[in-house]
């Protein structure tokens, strides 16, 4: 039986401003789940809070909404309780970079089978307008009136020092390249960072579409090596002027899921469960009582 | 799913502007089988900014189109399928009905 986007196609209508990027990525993670031929019931797609991060009630698929900053543990909890489930994280770059910072480097380090994907629009969208972990310097908004005066902290750059294996970037105005960027990384067995720029064509009147589209380009149209970490480092620092799209960097190490003896015979929650008897019972209370 | 445009089209031109994947396309201007623009129903995404920015309200999702405009829904597919498609134009010169 194959899977089509009818599949995946919900009643509900996004509540996105008109323009927003959100609705490339929608289209992306849609086209790629079909091309990738999941079937709706396993995948599950853990958010957190942002515009952006209401995608998964505009899709047919298991979703959690979790709080501010926490989809990966939540996606970690998820991926070690069945990891016969395909696990994405969509989240913007206020809630991933910003209070999710931490969870980040750690999911990346533990090399945890999710797909992160981050909705970078520079911005925090839906509370109105405040500048971003990865907002440029000099950018004012409501909160940094005189311009912001931190650096910014792009993902792209972070996941590899943090011992990420596939890391990305895709553009929410290039839908079917962002697809198969999506697809390539739900197939990567690890962690898979793909940071899609965005626009936020309400509050961001900074990183438009056309100011993305005069600076993005893509590195599969050069001859860059993404087996190449130090290469990649220099690709993942490359801002401004020109930023690259497309798989940064690529590598392959053990997942933390599949170096888990406990994991070792299948999902936990594929298990049987046994009754205790009366005497295990007891056992176990003076155990811990 | 895709967006609409009817023949309530004035060839304003405003919604190409603002589309973010570029999917619409003017009838060449003076032709007759395409008098007003088409949306790329394959490659449009749903975000609605062109039913937005359009001043004669003329764009509609395809499920919210009225019954008068209906036969629109295959014209703007066909468009693309049998019609011109994306044939290289100038806006600027597209903009307004043919005198």
């Keep these: ?289 | 799913m895709a967006y609409v445009i009817t023949s309530l089209c004035t060839r304003v031109g405003d919604c190409v502007e603002v589309c973010p994947v570029s999917c619409i396309v003017p009838g060449p201007k003076g032709n007759a089988d395409w008098p007003y623009f088409y949306i790329d129903a394959d490659t449009c995404i749903d975000c609605g900014a062109c039913a937005a920015a359009c001043p004669s309200d003329a764009i509609f999702p395809e499920d919210e189109v009225p019954a008068e405009h209906a036969a629109d829904i295959d014209l703007n597919r066909r468009f693309h399928t049998e019609g011109p498609g994306y044939w290289k134009f100038d806006l600027e010169q597209e903009r307004g009905k043919a005198s």
Excluded at chain 1, 45 to 58: N, Q
Excluded at chain 1, 68 to 76: D, I, M, Y
Excluded at chain 1, 83 to 107: A, P, R
Excluded at chain 1, 235 to 240: C, H, I, T, V, Y
């Design chain 1, 1 to 289: 039986m194959q899977v089509t986007a009818k599949d995946y196609a919900s009643e509900v209508k996004p509540t996105w401003c008109p323009g927003c990027g959100d609705f490339g990525i929608l289209a992306a993670v849609k086209a790629a789940l079909v091309q990738v031929g999941l079937v709706p019931h396993q995948v599950l797609i853990v958010t957190g809070i942002g515009c952006g991060s209401k995608l998964p009630d505009y899709l047919r698929v298991s979703g959690i909404l979790t709080l501010h900053g926490r989809p990966l543990p939540v996606a970690t909890g998820a991926r070690l309780a069945n990891h016969s489930l395909k696990v994405l994280v969509v989240h913007g770059d206020g809630d991933g970079m910003g209070l999710g910072m931490g969870h980040f480097i750690h999911t990346a380090r533990r090399n945890m089978e999710i797909v992160d994907i981050i909705q970078d629009n520079q911005i925090y969208g839906l509370t109105k307008g405040q500048y971003s972990p990865t907002s440029d310097p000099g950018f004012v908004t409501t909160t940094s009136p005189e311009g912001a005066i931190e650096t910014s902290a792009h993902p792209t750059v972070l996941a590899l020092a943090a011992g990420g294996t596939f890391v990305a970037r895709g553009f929410a105005g290039d839908v079917k390249g962002l697809a198969d960027l999506i697809a390539t990384a739900i197939q990567h067995k690890g962690y898979a960072l793909v940071d899609v720029l965005q626009p936020c064509v309400t509050f961001n009147r900074k990183n438009t579409y056309d100011w993305y589209r005069e600076r993005v380009y893509n590195l599969a149209d050069t001859d860059h090596d993404p087996g190449d970490l130090v290469a990649a480092f220099q690709k993942a620092l490359e801002w401004g002027d020109r930023i690259p799209l497309g798989v940064i960097y690529q590598t392959q190490r053990p997942t933390y899921e599949e170096q888990v003896a406990a994991l070792k015979q299948g999902p936990i929650a594929a298990r049987k469960m046994t009754k205790l008897s009366p005497a295990e019972v007891e056992s176990l209370r003076a155990e811990f009582i």
